[in-house]
């Protein structure tokens, strides 16, 4: 079984809101067309993705599901803004699969920034979602990134890599890795990063269950854990999870390439 715990209070945070995509409509063009405002602080994005790697993360998230079907996600990472003409977003991640390869993830503990672009297609992401946790200073949370890529001795995010690698590539003796306590290291750092921001982005999961799954079920189920509101220049500001998203592929399955 799975270290998690059910939310004491579990009501749908409406405040978490699906947006259906236009046909033919790629990612960026679906969230500049429901949040037309420029992206402030930092945003969690959650991915699912449709490729045999995204398939296998996916699935193997069911046991932090109490129907045990698969995961809507594949992937999470930490959105911040961008002030360059050549980029709408940033975006930091511990991938398993890194744009630029391997050669660099020792250096930096596995963490990369690359665009919000490289998430665009629909076709190969078919389900994304975009998450605010208000709780957090985004100063922080950039902060804490930083740190994370120098502490390795501190917080590996390197070991766990090794795992989903040798669990998503079918190496012999490699199963699951959530059941052997291993976080998917994407959502580890999401997890850490906020962490050093005093915001609990997973408060239902012990940090070796670790993963996209546990931070969306963190925001659409346990609105009353961050329902408390936060005095800040003598004004209230709720700490409740806001976000969008959309599901094209609900039922995992992977396509080739």
């Known amino acids: 079984m799975m270290p998690v715990r059910l939310s004491p209070k579990a009501t749908r945070n409406p405040a978490i809101v699906e947006h ?19 992206i402030k602080g930092v945003t969690v994005l959650l991915v699912g993705g449709c490729n045999l790697t995204s398939f ?42 890194p744009v630029d390869g391997f050669h660099a993830c020792t250096a930096r503990n596995g963490i990369a920034r690359v665009a919000l672009a490289d998430y665009d297609s629909a076709a190969r992401y078919p389900n994304i979602a975009f998450l605010r946790f208000p709780g957090a200073d985004p ?16 917080v590996d995010l390197i070991s766990p890599l090794v795992e989903w690698l040798g669990y998503a590539w079918g190496a012999h003796g490699n199963t699951n890795p959530l059941l052997r306590g291993h976080a998917i ?8 990063a906020f962490g050093q921001a005093r915001c609990d982005v997973t408060p239902g999961s012990d940090s070796s269950a670790t993963c996209p799954e546990a931070l969306w079920q963190a925001a659409l189920w346990w609105s009353e854990f961050y329902g408390q509101t936060t005095r ?19 039922a995992a399955a992977a396509t080739h390439e």
Do not use: C, Y
């Open 232 to 250: 800040s220049n003598r004004k209230e500001t709720s700490a409740t999870p806001t976000g969008i998203f959309v599901i094209s592929q609900p």
């Open 185 to 192: 290291p994407s959502a580890a750092l999401v997890e850490q």
């Open 20 to 38: 259906a995509r236009l046909e033919g409509e790629s990612n960026i063009a679906w969230f500049q067309r429901v949040h037309p405002e420029p």
């Open 139 to 154: 100063k922080e949370v950039v902060a804490g990134i930083e740190i994370l890529r120098k502490a390795r001795l501190v």
């Open 56 to 97: 296998r993360l996916r699935a193997a998230q069911s046991h932090m599901r109490i129907d045990m079907f698969p995961s809507f996600w594949s992937h999470a990472a930490i959105v911040v803004p961008s002030t360059s003409k050549k980029a709408v977003a940033w975006v930091w991640e511990a991938s398993i699969e």
